[in-house]
């Protein structure tokens, strides 16, 4: 049976990982290659947080292998592994790459590694993982060890959680103010942060963003489902005026 992402976390992880929220970073600098614990422990973390249409996997890349940016940023140096973040045709393909994805990134920062998501900057051509037809590489995650032990961020210059929520968030239940605040410490892209959370009148909680910021929505879906204790199901919009996911309590 395929996991869906309300069945993706067993209880017994969810506290381990919030944590590593609290503590992740993307990292540029790194000072080793995985070791083989680390490979295997994140290989069994690819097994169990396995959603349809998204396939990544592990491999060893050169040191040259990530490029210089356009936009100022430091070029990641001293990786000598990635994860390829790998997808088909399914519809929820990308938000999946996401979820998964950033999965691989919480158990890595709770093993004291780094990561770093890259969707642009890395040497395709010198992707060594094949590729079926019907499938394309997404971007790719930085992954090794890093020169001294992770300690929170001093700042993640994020955008305020009014900026990101639509209503009073002094009227949200606990649970869905702490869905916030895990969301609201999720990566994407050039730091956009292109979602927006809301409530409907049942107390739905809605997470909306475009389609062309479905890999982020994924990252974001991936840290809310960890604050979400009461019993729910994830529903994913099919149709223009649906928002991109909601989760209905049961």
């Known amino acids: 049976m395929q996991s869906t992402l309300e069945t993706l976390y067993p209880a017994f992880d969810r506290s381990r990982l919030v944590e590593a929220v ?17 490979r295997a422990a994140l290989s069994y973390a690819l097994g169990r947080y396995a959603l349809p249409g998204v396939r990544i996997v592990l491999t060893p890349v050169a040191e040259d292998f990530f490029t210089a940016t356009l936009l100022g940023m430091k070029r990641i140096t001293g990786c000598r592994d990635a994860a390829v973040v790998i997808i088909d045709s399914a519809p ?13 990134v919480l158990e890595a920062t709770a093993r004291g590694l780094g990561s770093c998501w890259v969707s ?12 079926d037809p019907g499938e394309a590489v997404l971007c790719v995650i930085a992954l090794g060890q890093i020169a001294g032990p992770l300690t929170p961020p001093s700042s993640r210059h994020r955008k305020a959680a009014e900026h990101l929520c639509r209503g009073n968030l002094h009227d949200w239940p606990p649970e869905l103010s702490r869905a916030v605040s895990l969301v609201q410490a999720a990566p994407s892209a050039m730091n956009m942060q292109p979602w927006v959370m809301s409530l409907d009148p049942q107390g739905t909680f809605i997470l909306d963003a475009s389609d062309r910021a479905q890999l982020d929505a994924g990252i974001a879906l991936c840290h809310a489902e960890l604050a979400l204790e009461t019993p729910h199901t994830w529903h994913f919009g099919t149709q223009k005026h649906q928002p991109m996911a ?3 309590a049961r």
């Open 120 to 131: 642009g900057s890395f040497r395709r051509k010198d992707v060594r993982v094949p590729v």
């Open 92 to 104: 929820l393909s990308r938000i999946h790459a996401g979820i998964v994805g950033e999965s691989l």
């Open 22 to 38: 609290h503590l992740r970073s993307s990292c540029r600098a790194f000072a080793g290659a995985l070791d083989a614990a680390d």
């Open 246 to 248: 909601w989760a209905v």
